[in-house]
Structure formats: C-alpha cells, structure tokens
C-alpha cells in the first residue's frame, strides 16, 4: 500500500509539479505526518523538496525526469494511452501534460506515440450514443466537485423509477463494467452512496464546500449485491447470437461450452433487474434453473404479449 501511494504522490507531483500534505493526506486518509514520514523516504531517491509554512508544498524540479528503466516500453505505452484515454472523457490539459511527460521519459526510438488528443489505440467514451458531449460535460463537473470539495445538487433517478432531489459530497468516480459511478457522502440519507452518472438528470454546483469524510475503498459497494440482498445460482442456456451480449454483462469466465451450446453458471442479484435483463435478451437466452426464476421469466413474457394482443 505504502509503495503504491508514492507512486501515485510521484506521478501527481510530475503532473502538478506542487502538492500539500494536507491534500495527499484527505485523499488516502492518512496523517500528515505519516505523509511527511513516506515523503522522506521517496526523497531518497527522487529530489522531492518540502517547504513548510503558509506558501510551502511538495514539490519536485521541472527539469527531473524518470529514470528510463523505470518502467519497460510496454508499461510506459499502456500508462500514455490511460491518460490519453481519460483525456477522451475529461479533456483537460493535465492530462496532456503529464502523457507528454510520460512519454518524454521513454527512449527515442520509443516515441512514435500519438499526442495532444491525437487518436491512439484506445478510445473510451461512456456517453449514450445521443448525449456523448453533455455526458462529458457532466463527467468533467463531478472530478471538479472531488477535486475541489465542492457540494452538487442533483435530481436522481433510481433503478426502480423513484425521481429524488439531494445534495451529494462527491469522494470518488467509479469506473465499471463500462459505467461511471460517483461515490458520495449523500446528506438526504446522511450515508455514502454510489450513484450511476447516467441516472443523475440535473447537478447543479450549490457554492458550498465540504470537508472530506474518511472511507476505505473496500467500503464502496462493488458487487452486483449487498450481503443482505438475495441472490439465486442461475444456469443459462445461450443461443450463438446472443453469446457477445452475455460475455458483456456476465464476463467470458462464466460461459463454457458443452455438446455444441453455450452455458452460463453464476450468482446473481435476485430482483426484478435480473428479470428485465433476460426479458431484454429474448428468446436467444433461457433458464435452466432455477424454476422460480424461469416462472418469473415466464409471467414478465406473459404480461409484453398482452400488451400486443
């Protein structure tokens, strides 16, 4: 963990050339004399200065670049093209800056690597096909609210439908499975909660300022469930044309192929969620088990059918 964030302080203090202890210290909920203490020891090896006082800081020389065997070519292109990546969903220069950083450290002959917003191998945009633009827009306002502790007003629609009005502290954005998540300290249920960026249908900058709240990153919810949630092993039946689909949501090492058809065996959330997704996949996926998922499949079938008789 310690090596890790003197990592992360490394590559922050290329990128921004000037830290406070205070910062480093709310973002890894750490003391700011254990974040002195880990800085004297990445001053061992890197001319890491701390000035203290009103105007002090941590900061680093322009002219310091990584030593070139820092990382292998491989691992230096695959961090360039991240940042690239980010740069796609929040264009800002700071990520311009610290790619053109980055890439300034590899050999010569290793610089043939596209900058400065120029297309590379990856590509990430999470916006709807019909909103990429405002979703950036919103993307770029929720890092700023972290970045700044600034509180945001949203108007938020759950899975379920329920349309609700809250003020959030944004702590984190969360990247999975494809989706942006913000993980926020909500004031309305005066608990952290994580919420999908696509549901938030208005946010709003309120001017106020929040202190950060300490969490662990264990503490954000990941999984498709809580441990309270009930949850049901289900087998599944996969026609090939829909085999991409289920690869997308469940992940290839959950499929297997036995006498010329596709399987799925995995736990999953048992709520209507898991319902509407099978509806969605039609007639190219079936339940194999177990039966009180096949019933329900059944009746939701029942229920669209008569909606067109």
């Not at 790619?99 to 120029?118: F, M």
Request: charge should be positive; include cysteine.
């Amino acid at each position: 963990m310690k090596f890790e964030i003197l990592t992360d302080i490394l590559f922050e203090l290329l990128a921004k050339r000037k830290l406070t202890a205070k910062y480093i210290a709310e973002r890894y909920g750490l003391s700011e004399r254990t974040i002195y203490r880990y800085l004297d020891e990445l001053s061992l090896a890197v001319p890491v200065q701390v000035q203290r006082g009103r105007n002090g800081g941590i900061f680093i020389s322009d002219t310091y670049k990584l030593p070139v065997n820092f990382m292998t070519k491989e691992e230096y292109e695959a961090a360039i093209e991240a940042l690239g990546a980010m740069y796609s969903q929040l264009p800002e220069e700071r990520f311009l800056a610290a790619r053109r950083k980055l890439s300034a450290q590899v050999k010569s002959e290793t610089r043939n690597l596209t900058l400065s917003g120029t297309p590379g191998t990856i590509l990430v945009d999470s916006g709807t096909w019909g909103d990429t633009r405002s979703f950036s827009e919103k993307l770029r306002l929720v890092e700023g609210c972290i970045r700044d502790c600034a509180v945001l007003e949203i108007d938020y629609d759950s899975r379920t439908g329920e349309h609700t009005h809250r003020k959030i502290e944004p702590h984190m954005l969360v990247y999975k499975q494809s989706i942006w998540y913000v993980y926020a300290f909500c004031r309305k249920q005066r608990a952290f909660r994580l919420f999908r960026l696509g549901r938030i249908s208005a946010a709003v900058l309120t001017g106020e300022k929040f202190i950060r709240r300490p969490f662990r990153r264990e503490d954000i919810p990941l999984k498709f469930w809580t441990d309270e949630t009930a949850s049901a092993d289900v087998r599944l039946e996969i026609a090939s044309g829909a085999f991409a689909d289920v690869q997308d949501w469940l992940g290839g090492e959950n499929l297997y192929e036995a006498n010329g058809k596709w399987y799925a065996d995995v736990r999953l959330p048992d709520d209507d969620t898991l319902i509407r997704k099978l509806i969605g996949l039609g007639s190219a996926v079936r339940v194999l088990s177990p039966d009180s998922v096949r019933e329900r499949v059944r009746e939701e079938a029942r229920k669209i059918a008569r909606l067109y008789e």
